[in-house]
């Protein structure tokens, strides 16, 4: 659907379909354009910029798109028609986001650290995991289980799962370079990771049993769309895969 853009984890979709990612850059680079809006028609166009280090990508209940940046570790929310303010700050370097049934938002500062900031935007450490060599990644699954992927220097990663009182548990390990991770409607987990000595897109189904679902190099991330595409990020591409697989709401 679009290349030449840099993400470091998920797309976010909204719900007509749009695809956000963003041009991330390396630590303390400046980019022309920090998020990218594409369609099927119109392709990627410059939605954000002045974001240094863009990173994460979530959307509430409102449309409203927040973003982090994990070099200035501030979180900003943008309106629909890019209109940007700070939501919150002081997030030590802000990588992974995502919102509960409640609207409260996690944030994972990848030096061992997931927040929690309510509606009021009072903040909370939600709990502490190990630090990641490169960025948390966060989604919410059955029965309000926060997940949570961050790579490591192990060749042997796994997937945390956080209850709702902070309690943190490993719910599979045996990945390689875990990042990005999407639930579908049935309960299944998918991970842009390594497994078996192969990178793409793994599922692992509620039994915790894996499988290598989408098989291809440098895969960072994914995101279902409202049609039941998946929508697939690497390290300069944004794909479209037409999997007829309904993800589940993001909140």
Same mark, same amino acid.
């Given at each position: ?13 909204? /719900?007509?379909?749009? #695809? $956000?990612?963003? $041009?991330?850059?390396?630590?303390? *680079?400046?980019? @022309? =354009?920090?998020?990218?809006? #594409? ?18 990508? %979530?959307?509430? &209940?409102? !449309? ?9 570790? #501030?979180?900003?929310? =943008?309106s629909p028609r890019g209109e940007? %303010?700070?939501?919150?700050? !002081? ?30 935007? *009072?903040?909370? =450490? ?7 060599? &490169? ?8 029965? +309000?289980?926060l997940y949570v992927t961050g ?11 956080? /209850? ?6 490993? $719910?599979?390990? !045996? ?18 990771? /390594?497994?078996? +000595?192969?990178?793409?897109? =793994?599922?692992?189904? @509620?039994?915790?049993? @894996? ?5 291809? @190099?440098?895969?960072?991330?994914? %995101? ?6 998946? %929508? ?20």
């Open positions: 659907m679009a290349e030449g853009l840099h993400p470091v984890t998920s797309p976010a979709v909204d /719900s007509f379909g749009q #695809i $956000f990612t963003t $041009f991330s850059g390396s630590r303390g *680079q400046r980019t @022309p =354009v920090s998020v990218y809006r #594409i369609d099927s028609n119109e392709g990627a166009q410059p939605f954000l910029s002045d974001i240094m280090n863009a990173t994460a990508l %979530a959307f509430d &209940a409102d !449309g409203i798109l927040y973003v982090s940046s994990r070099h200035e570790g #501030i979180v900003y929310e =943008v940007m %303010a700070v939501y919150v700050e !002081g997030m030590g370097v802000a990588t992974g986001l995502a919102f509960d049934e409640e609207e409260n938002l996690y944030v994972g500062d990848r030096s061992g650290t997931i927040f929690k900031i309510s509606r009021d935007r *009072q903040i909370y =450490v939600f709990a502490t995991i190990e630090p990641s060599i &490169a960025a948390y990644h966060l989604a919410f699954g059955p029965e +309000g289980y790579p490591t220097t192990s060749s042997y990663d796994c997937v945390h799962r956080i /209850s709702r009182d902070g309690e943190v548990e490993v $719910f599979y390990r !045996g990945l390689g370079r875990p990042q990005g991770l999407a639930f579908d409607m049935e309960g299944n987990l998918y991970v842009a990771a /390594s497994h078996g +000595g192969r990178r793409g897109i =793994v599922r692992i189904n @509620p039994d915790r049993e @894996p499988s290598l679902f989408v098989s291809g @190099p440098g895969m960072v991330g994914l %995101a279902f769309t409202p049609s039941g595409a998946m %929508a697939i990020s690497t390290t300069n591409t944004i794909y479209r895969l037409d999997v007829g697989i309904p993800g589940r709401p993001i909140s």
